[in-house]
Nanobody
Framework: VQLQASGGGLVQAGGSLRLSCAAS????????IGWFRQAPGKEREGVSCFSTSDGSTYYADSVKGRFTVSSDAAKNTEYLQMNSLKPRDTAVYYC?????????????????WGQGTQVTVSS
């Protein structure tokens, strides 16, 4: 099981980026994916994760209404569309596989962390 996040870059505040999380070794239909980010000097935090109790998608309050996840089963890829970006969104973004049932983005529920992609938002 391998994941690879891509699509990061430098963008001005208010701009948009779409991150991709490509999977190999498994089918996206069989697993749920979570998105996380880690800013310099800060702990890794959940951005958006699939909740197994009701099948909903959890979004962190800090990104709610601005970020949206989608997937393309044919490409075995999940996307994180990020709009209205703010400087505080600057971080390395990661995707990971949910291995344990749960809601939200508890780090312990996820594994097979992909290599992250840097997102930098300038003011």
């Amino acid at each position: 099981v391998q994941l690879q996040a891509s699509g990061g870059g430098l963008v001005q505040a208010g701009g948009s980026l779409r991150l991709s999380c490509a999977a190999s070794g498994f089918r996206f239909d069989d697993y749920a994916i979570g998105w996380f980010r880690q800013a310099p000097g800060k702990e890794r935090e959940g951005v958006s994760c699939f909740s197994t109790s009701d099948g909903s998608t959890y979004y962190a309050d800090s990104v709610k209404g601005r970020f949206t996840v989608s997937s393309d089963a044919a490409k075995n890829t999940e996307y994180l569309q990020m709009n209205s970006l703010k400087p505080r969104d600057t971080a390395v973004y990661y995707c990971a596989v949910r291995y344990y049932l749960g809601d939200g983005c508890a780090l312990s529920d996820f594994g097979s962390w992909g290599q992250g992609t840097q997102v930098t938002v300038s003011s």
